[in-house]
């Protein structure tokens, strides 16, 4: 593929994702002036400067609109760069830079997040109001975390149901949706990316005391044992052995 036709590819989808970004906009502040049943696709689609079209082309129903695409969860140039960091790790090993770059690509989307701060608050005010959104977010946080998912797979060239991939989507997510209620909350006065390092820092304290999974396998083989004096036959080794050591 030639420049002008990667050029035009990048202008079509620049559009197509401003024109996304509008929907949602007029959807979430239309929700918030009236309600979700207070207005029609027709009036987000007069207040966008679209046909009604055009709007289901992007999106299946107001509820969609309100909460975006997934697509504008991950904008292109800060995936390309998270991408670039794992570029010289062996494909299958898990890279020594991803728990870095994972940071960095948290910081970077909440820098968009910051942008547009106050849509976001509106949002919220939405989803307070609208409490049947609820269902719909959980859909689209699946959806979301199984693009992420694949984005980190494919960085890695790991399969996306590898373990240090399951467990970077679930903590870094929920990390991330702690993060970002606190800074929300009423009263808060801290900045967003002083408040998610301390959150990581806390997880990665946490996760660097000492721990082997050795420890529940005795604390397992005791219980056993206890199962079987139960039964009426006791072992020696039963009979010295205290369960809980094993879980100390």
Same mark, same amino acid.
């Given at each position: $593929? ?10 079509? #989808? ?29 009036? @987000?689609?007069?207040?966008?400067? &679209? ?31 998270? $991408? ?8 299958? #090993? ?37 409490? !049947?959104? $609820?269902?719909?977010? &959980? ?18 060239? @790991? ?7 399951? $467990?970077? @989507?679930?903590?870094?997510?929920? @990390? ?53 004096? /139960?039964?009426?036959?006791? /072992? ?8 809980? #050591?094993?879980? !100390?």
């Amino acid at each position: $593929m030639g420049n002008s036709a990667i050029n035009a590819v990048g202008l079509r #989808e620049r559009k197509r994702a401003a024109t996304r970004a509008t929907i949602t906009a007029v959807a979430r502040s239309l929700t918030a002036e009236r309600g979700l049943s207070g207005y029609t696709v027709e009036e @987000v689609c007069e207040r966008a400067g &679209i046909s009604r079209r055009t709007f289901f082309n992007y999106f299946p129903a107001k509820e969609d609109a309100i909460l975006g695409h997934v697509d504008d969860d991950f904008p292109e140039e800060v995936v390309a760069r998270f $991408m670039a960091g794992g570029a010289d790790s062996p494909p299958g #090993e898990i890279s020594a830079s991803l728990l870095a770059d994972l940071v960095r690509l948290s910081l970077d989307l909440s820098e968009r997040m910051s942008a547009s701060e106050e849509e976001t608050r509106q949002l919220i005010g939405v989803i307070k109001k609208e409490p !049947q959104l $609820m269902l719909r977010i &959980i859909g689209a946080t699946e959806e979301r975390e199984g693009e992420f998912a694949r984005l980190l797979a494919a960085r890695e060239g @790991v399969a996306a149901d590898h373990p240090v991939v399951r $467990m970077a @989507v679930v903590l870094l997510g929920n @990390v991330a949706r702690k993060t970002s209620a606190d800074y929300f909350s009423e009263g808060n006065t801290r900045p967003y990316k002083d408040m998610l390092l301390e959150n990581i820092a806390a997880a990665r304290t946490l996760f660097s005391l000492p721990f082997s999974t050795s420890h529940f396998d005795s604390a397992h083989a005791g219980t056993a044992h206890s199962g079987t004096a /139960h039964s009426g036959t006791v /072992h020696s080794d039963t009979a010295q052995s205290n369960p809980s #050591e094993g879980a !100390q």
